[in-house]
């Protein structure tokens, strides 16, 4: 993941109970933690954590042949 991608995080790193959509604003390679993704979402809140609560959106269109 980089700075400006598109990304979900999950219910259990936000306490909401959907998964938020949002884009990274840093990649920090943390020496306790591993890599902690921070993101701001349409609202302008940011969430942060472990890689491992977040993933990927694909903009890029499926080939169906």
């Known amino acids: 993941m ?7 995080v999950d219910p259990k790193l936000t ?3 959907e998964w938020i ?3 990274v604003i840093d990649v920090e390679q943390n020496p ?4 902690v993704i921070a993101i701001r979402d349409n609202l302008n809140r940011i ?3 472990e890689i ?8 890029a ?3 169906m042949q």
């Open 21 to 23: 959509e949002g884009t």
């Open 47 to 49: 969430f942060f954590g």
């Open 52 to 59: 491992k609560y977040f993933k990927q959106l694909n903009d």
């Open 61 to 63: 269109p499926l080939c």
């Open 32 to 35: 306790f933690k591993g890599i």
């Open 15 to 17: 306490g909401l109970n």
């Open 2 to 8: 980089k700075t400006g991608e598109k990304v979900k």
